[in-house]
């Protein structure tokens, strides 16, 4: 099964998207839970709230369903070598021990 490629660019989009979705979530839940907001404010700041709620959950599916792929593809790989697969992760492993104690 021949994977579909990936355009690096739209990912890249769908990413910005979603966290400036996230970001605008963010700031209308402390605008309802800082009580700022006089009652109908409060009203229209809670539609709005559901709907960015309801656009970061698209867009979560969305790159849900773009990862799909790559994680089954990921999980045959590991099924059918898994002696390579626990190697490469034990390697990753190391790198990032490494990094992280490494002093400047």
Known sequence: MARKPSNPL?????MDQAFSELAALVEESE???GGRLG???????????????????????????QAAPAL?????????????ALG????????VALLINRSD
């Open 31 to 33: 605008g309802l839970l």
């Open 72 to 84: 089954r593809s990921t999980e045959r790989y590991v099924s059918e070598n898994p002696l390579k």
């Open 88 to 95: 490469i992760a034990a390697g990753v492993g190391v790198l």
């Open 39 to 65: 009652f109908g404010r409060r009203r229209a700041a809670k539609r709005q709230f559901d709907r960015a709620l309801q656009r970061a959950t698209g867009l979560v599916q969305e790159l849900g369903d």
């Open 10 to 14: 739209i990912d890249e989009q769908i």
